[in-house]
Structures are given as C-alpha cells and as structure tokens.
C-alpha cells in the first residue's frame, strides 16, 4: 500500500499543477519514506517493469528503484545541475533523458553511468521520447 501512495503521489507532482498544500503533503509523506526525495521537485517517472523504474527532477536529480520503491531507492550520478524534465525508456538498459539548457543524458547501462550530449542548445528540452534505440 505504501509503494502504491509514493507511486500516485508521485504522479500527482508530475501531471497536474495542484495546489502547494497537497505538493507539500505528497512531498513531506514520500520524503519521510524515501528521505532521499527531501526538497527537490521531481518532474518525470517512467517504469520499464512493475519493479524497475526512474524519478528525474531538480538539480540532476535521478532516482532509481528496483522493486517499485518499496525499499530500494538507488541515486544516480547524472553529472549536472540543471533540471531534468523528462525520461524515454527504450529498454532497462537504454534510457534517455532532456531538461533545461539542452541538456541530453542517455545510459546505455540501466543508469550506472550517464553519457551528456553537448546539443548547443540554450533552450529547455521538455519531452523525448524514443520508439527504439536508433529513432527518438
């Protein structure tokens, strides 16, 4: 049951502009489970299976599960401040990610190590998404 209220919590914070008092309970009941999550907005979540899936948000902020956040909460070194805003899986092993100021990160490993891509962009990237590992 508590991996089911992070989870729509979770979607709440990502989908709809509520007002702060319910972002602030969502955060405050995720953040006293999984402290890891304290004061960063998160702004993506996508699940590749029922257990393994990712949460992007502020600050480079990328946050791994292996068990759909019941117990395993795994940080990963994204190697960037800005704020990330959205997440394309291809497989468990081939994710991409875009945010504010270009930024474009891919792992070719479930995230154990984060590959940015210099775009020469200044804008935010706000959605990507991929079909399959050559076409996105």
């Known amino acids: 049951m508590k991996?089911?209220?992070?989870?729509?919590?979770?979607?709440?914070?990502?989908?709809?502009?509520?007002?702060?008092?319910?972002?602030?309970?969502?955060?405050?009941?995720?953040?006293?489970?999984?402290?890891?999550l304290t004061n960063f907005k998160l702004n993506d979540i996508i699940f590749g299976t029922n257990d393994?899936?990712?949460?992007?948000?502020?600050?480079?902020?990328?946050?791994?599960?292996?068990?759909?956040f019941y117990d395993s909460v795994i940080n990963q070194e994204s190697n960037t401040s800005e704020e990330l805003l959205s997440i394309s899986l291809v497989s468990n092993d081939l994710l991409w990610i875009s945010g504010n100021n270009g930024i474009i990160l891919k792992t070719t490993n479930g995230g154990d190590a984060w590959i940015q891509y210099n775009t020469n962009l200044?804008?935010?990237?706000?959605?990507?998404?991929?079909?399959?590992?050559?076409?996105?």
Request: include cysteine; hydrophobic fraction near 40%; proline fraction near 2%.
């Open 3 to 36: 991996n089911f209220f992070f989870i729509l919590c979770l979607f709440i914070l990502s989908y709809f502009n509520l007002n702060a008092e319910c972002r602030n309970y969502c955060i405050t009941y995720s953040s006293d489970i999984y402290p890891q």
């Open 52 to 68: 393994v899936g990712w949460v992007i948000g502020d600050l480079g902020t990328i946050i791994k599960t292996t068990d759909g």
């Open 122 to 136: 200044t804008d935010n990237i706000t959605s990507i998404d991929f079909a399959n590992e050559n076409v996105g």
